[in-house]
């Protein structure tokens, strides 16, 4: 029998940005460009100086969640950084693959 552990949360109790407004990492609906990069900026400042950072980022990368500002990058950061990794173990198969073929 497989018994599955709950995630553990404590991290969060150590998170920096615990008791600022929650705007500041999500931003409000119709927010645009220029007033996304300055709250970003200063969404990722707060993160700088947090000591779960890592935890945080491995969190939101693991969901993934999809919108925010978690571990000091945004959404597209995040997804950027998914699909490099997406693409590097593509590659690495591919290779592997090749090499199989080579010495067969
Ligand atoms: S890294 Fe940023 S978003 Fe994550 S817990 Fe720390 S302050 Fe909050």
């Known amino acids: 029998m497989t018994t599955t552990l709950p995630p553990n949360w404590n991290w969060q109790d150590s998170a920096e940005c615990r008791g600022t407004e929650v705007v500041l990492f999500f931003g409000p609906d119709g927010e645009r460009q220029p007033e996304r990069e300055i709250r970003e900026r200063e969404a990722k400042a707060v993160c700088a100086g947090c ?19 978690w571990g000091a990058l945004n959404e597209d950061e995040r997804a950027s950084g998914r699909r490099r990794v997406t693409r590097r173990a593509n590659d690495e198969r591919k290779a592997a693959e090749r090499d199989d073929g080579e010495a067969a």
């Open 51 to 69: 000591v779960v950072r890592p935890e945080c980022l491995a969190y939101a990368v693991s969901r993934p969640e999809k919108y925010g500002t």
